[in-house]
């Protein structure tokens, strides 16, 4: 939904000593698309390289370590909160389950959730949105399959969300911003089919559309673009033909 590589699947699971390398086991046994890396495989072939390995083609990491581990293994391959794959962190008593990267975008918050729940650990959430029981804008982009254009915009909604300020959801498309409503109109929003002319302090825009506009003019910071996903191209083929 966020321009992440849409090939990236499975979940890695990096075992740093033999008591995790049993935790790993479990989550392997309890969720689907696990490769675990035993103590042996990082050893010989480095942590780093088959974390920076995974890092290009897995949708999630999780380190059965400490978390500093996790940390320095993927500082250099950290690039934005829609590039980056989930990761988490499980300690080897498998007490903890800790959202570490991408936890809205990535899905880290919802894996650390399903990891805790699987393994009877304790889960470890800490962006904002989550702490205080609030929608988050990646939220909404995950519950109606909409790709979101520029992530840069994210930060200015979820504040918008966090202050208590008024995010404007606008969508010409009556039925979905009704949807969208149903499923988000407890929050601070307000849902409408043109967007104001001027924000008031701290507010902020969802513009959900298919069309071509560019986003531009004094509000632009504030307005999050999402597409929906109906546009379909493809190829038809002829048996028989060149």
């Known amino acids: 939904m966020s321009g992440r590589a849409d ?33 042996e495989e990082l050893k010989d072939k480095g ?3 088959m974390a920076a390995f995974a890092f290009k083609r897995s949708g999630a990491l999780v380190f059965v370590s400490a978390a500093g581990i996790a940390i320095r293994a993927i500082a250099p391959l950290v690039k ?11 300690d080897e008593r498998a007490r903890f389950s800790i959202s570490l990267l991408s936890g809205h975008l990535g899905g880290a918050n919802r894996l650390a959730a399903e990891i805790a729940a699987a393994i009877r650990a304790t889960p470890v959430i800490t962006t904002a949105t989550e702490l205080w029981g609030l929608p988050s804008a990646e939220d909404i982009a995950g519950a109606f399959s909409l790709s979101i254009e520029n992530p840069g915009g994210i930060k200015a909604v979820n504040s918008a969300i966090l202050g208590g300020r008024t995010v404007h959801v606008v969508d010409t498309d009556m039925a979905r911003l ?7 109109g407890k929050g601070g929003f307000k849902f409408t089919k043109g967007a104001p002319r001027r924000l008031k302090e701290g507010e902020a825009i969802i513009r ?7 986003n531009s003019g004094p509000e ?15 190829i038809g083929c002829v048996k028989g033909r060149p």
């Open 7 to 39: 090939e990236r699947a499975g979940i890695a699971v990096f075992a740093v000593t033999q008591r995790g390398l049993k935790v790993s086991k479990r989550l392997e046994a309890a969720l689907n698309g696990v490769k675990v890396f035993s103590p």
């Open 47 to 49: 942590l780093r390289k």
């Open 80 to 90: 934005a909160k829609h590039l980056d794959p989930a990761v988490v962190v499980v």
């Open 178 to 184: 009704k949807a969208i409503k149903k499923r988000f």
């Open 208 to 214: 959900v559309t298919s069309g071509a506009r560019k």
């Open 220 to 234: 632009a910071r504030r307005t999050l673009i999402f597409r929906p996903r109906d546009v379909v191209a493809g």
